[in-house]
């Protein structure tokens, strides 16, 4: 049984908690970019955690369904509607034979998730189900979905309708937003003022935001500390000799927009990073929008450690409540 | 040559060999990451040697970032008296140089070029004083380039030129990054050549084009059956050049699942390559003869 694509929205990819082992060679991990928000719509329709779901990016989909299923839709603001009748998010419902899931419009957030009972049922790539579409890799066929695709669905019953998520335990999209960053990696290049700036200002997230990684502009320049350039890097300043990039590292190409990577990050190049934004942080960003008014803040490794422990305290709250 | 250690957040580390490129700094990375692999410590979820440095990620809840320091450190005092030495394999990749197809790519983005007036293969020949195109296509293919990384994005090799560094060709990254580059380029950005697995956004200078894929995800190819990327940091590449009539014919070769890359067993000593830069490049190329 199987769920047709009248309408792909802008954006929608499959999507589950990723494909680690395969960086060195340049495949990134993939995966839902707000992790939180995808489990939380798996455990809501009684899929495991980590289950494939669609991540629909500013717009949602629009699904015909041939079988009834349980569904669920975190993350953005972005009512969904079955037949034409809104549905409350973070809460299951059921979609029976014959139905069409729409989507209203954006309200807040970037990405919505849509689980569906039994997970989207896509082939298993190097261990994930998760969409590279860069290189083409995973999902369906490697791609964003389009007008007319048929969705596999895997086997379930589901959970019944009406579970829902407590308000405390969702995920609110930051206006502005605040991100956490480890100082680190080649910080020494720029100068201190420009440190001091670059924690000062208020960023905007620019028009190139997207899974690969999001560009941030509107600070001042980030100036570098003098020094002959070392051999192999390049001629400009913010060139290093081509290196690993971390998931979550704020490279400065030329020191004028930082780009902060995400779960389809080029594995490494030869620009320089002047840091890291903390992994509890990560699921934050890939719920930005364009424009959205955002600072870096400075934090330390035991401060980063207690962030990680606060969300992953949220998640099993989160699993205890639905599981 | 110092050793630097960074966190990368909460989850990576990350260890510069050197700041500046060279086989030293490589080899010190990869004796140490492949020390690191054998070690299986609990915690650790990536392992990726880069140029002259490497990443870890690592999992905090099961290993403490400290603890996570500690480990690499003492990896790096044993790895220190390792000999570098490696058995590889040397591959030969033919090249379509000067192509139609990246020429047309690089004057569609000319504008973001140090020079608009030229095209790439002629201003990094005049750059590094090399006889036109046909003198940076003797020096380019001349001697052999060993794969130092291979990221980016999937499959994509990073090369380094087997020649001392007065030799080495060196040319600076588009002006801003173009947002097209042909699958299969062949180019070349600081002191590094790549090869770009896939069509996509790329900042190196374009040289030519090869017929031999190198990344296939639905592991058709016949010689990427076992798996979807060809490259490991330490394989050694030969380029050869190809005519257009010999692209054409390789190009429907792989098309047809008739086609796989001339590729031989060699070992490559460091200690040997230094004493001995060209007479070692000889022995490495001759083995793809057979020999």
């Not at chain 1, 340049?26 to 992790?35: C, E, K, Q, R, V």
């Not at chain 1, 369904?65 to 973070?90: H, S």
């Not at chain 2, 190819?221 to 050869?240: A, H, N, Q």
Request: hydrophobic share 40%; aromatic share 8%; proline share 7%.
């Amino acid at each position: 049984m199987a769920v047709k694509v009248i309408k792909p929205g802008l954006s929608t990819t499959v999507q589950d908690l990723g494909r680690p082992g395969y960086y060195h060679i340049g495949i990134p991990t993939s995966g839902g970019m707000d992790l939180l928000s995808l489990a939380a719509a798996n455990l809501l329709v009684g899929n495991p955690a980590g289950a494939a779901v669609l991540e629909a990016v500013f717009t949602g989909p629009e699904l015909a369904f041939e079988q009834d299923a349980t569904v669920a839709v975190t993350g953005a603001a972005m009512a969904p509607k079955v037949d034409g009748v809104e549905q409350p998010g973070w809460t299951s419902f059921r979609v029976r034979k014959g139905q069409v899931l729409s989507f209203g419009f954006l309200k807040a957030g970037a990405r919505a998730y849509v689980a569906i009972s039994g997970g989207i049922d896509v082939p298993v790539v190097l261990g994930s189900r998760s969409t590279y579409t860069l290189g083409t890799l995973g999902g369906l066929e490697g791609r964003k979905l389009a007008e007319g695709d048929m969705l596999s669905i895997g086997a379930g019953q589901g959970a019944a309708e009406g579970r829902s998520l407590p308000e405390r335990l969702r995920r609110k999209p930051g206006q502005p937003a605040e991100l956490r960053m480890l100082p680190g990696l080649y910080w020494h290049r720029i100068t201190e003022a420009a440190g001091e700036r670059f924690f000062e200002d208020t960023w905007k997230v620019a028009p190139e935001a997207d899974r690969i990684g999001y560009r941030f502009k509107a600070g001042r320049p980030l100036d570098f500390v003098p020094q002959e350039q070392p051999f192999g890097a390049g001629s400009d300043p913010s060139n290093i000799v081509d290196a690993c990039y971390p998931y979550g590292s704020v490279q400065v190409p030329s020191g004028t927009e930082p780009i902060v990577l995400h779960r389809d990050a080029v594995s490494g190049g030869g620009y320089c990073m002047i840091g890291t934004v903390i992994s509890a942080d990560m699921d934050l960003i890939g719920q930005l929008q364009p424009h959205t008014p955002t600072r870096f803040v400075k934090v330390t490794m035991p401060e980063a450690l207690a962030a990680r422990r606060d969300r992953k305290a949220v998640m099993d709250e989160i699993n205890r409540t639905l599981g | 040559m110092t050793t630097r250690y960074s966190f990368g957040g909460d989850e990576h580390i990350f260890v510069e060999c050197g700041a500046e490129m060279s086989l030293e700094a490589f080899f010190k990375g990869l004796s140490i990451t492949n020390a690191l692999r054998e070690a299986r410590i609990a915690g650790v979820t990536e392992i990726c040697p880069a140029n002259a440095s490497f990443q870890v990620r690592f999992d905090p809840d099961i290993i403490a970032p400290d603890d996570m320091l500690r480990e690499l450190q003492a990896l790096e005092a044993a790895a220190g008296s390792a000999p570098s030495v490696l058995d590889t394999r040397i591959i030969e990749v033919p090249v379509l140089y000067n192509d139609p197809w990246t020429h047309e790519t690089g004057q569609r983005f000319r504008e973001r070029h140090q020079d608009p007036t030229s095209t790439d293969i002629e201003y990094t020949a005049r750059i590094n004083n090399l006889d036109g195109i046909d003198g940076f296509i003797r020096a380019h293919s001349g001697a052999p380039w060993f794969v130092s990384m291979v990221g980016f994005v999937a499959g994509l090799p990073f090369l380094y030129q087997m020649v001392d560094r007065a030799r080495q060709i060196q040319s600076p990254k588009y002006l801003r990054p173009r947002t097209d580059t042909p699958r299969l380029t062949v180019g070349h950005g600081g002191c590094f050549a790549c090869i770009y697995s896939v069509r996509g956004a790329g900042g190196y200078q374009m040289f030519g084009i090869t017929p031999m894929p190198i990344y296939d995800p639905r592991q058709e190819t016949p010689y990427l059956r076992d798996f979807m990327c060809l490259f490991k940091p330490g394989d050694i590449v030969k380029w050869k050049p190809v005519t257009r009539a010999e692209y054409d014919h390789i190009v429907a070769e792989v098309d047809a699942g008739r086609w796989s890359p001339r590729m031989a067993p060699v070992t490559f000593s460091l200690a040997d390559f230094h004493r001995d830069i060209d007479g070692t490049n000889a022995r490495v190329m001759e083995a793809l003869n057979g020999r």
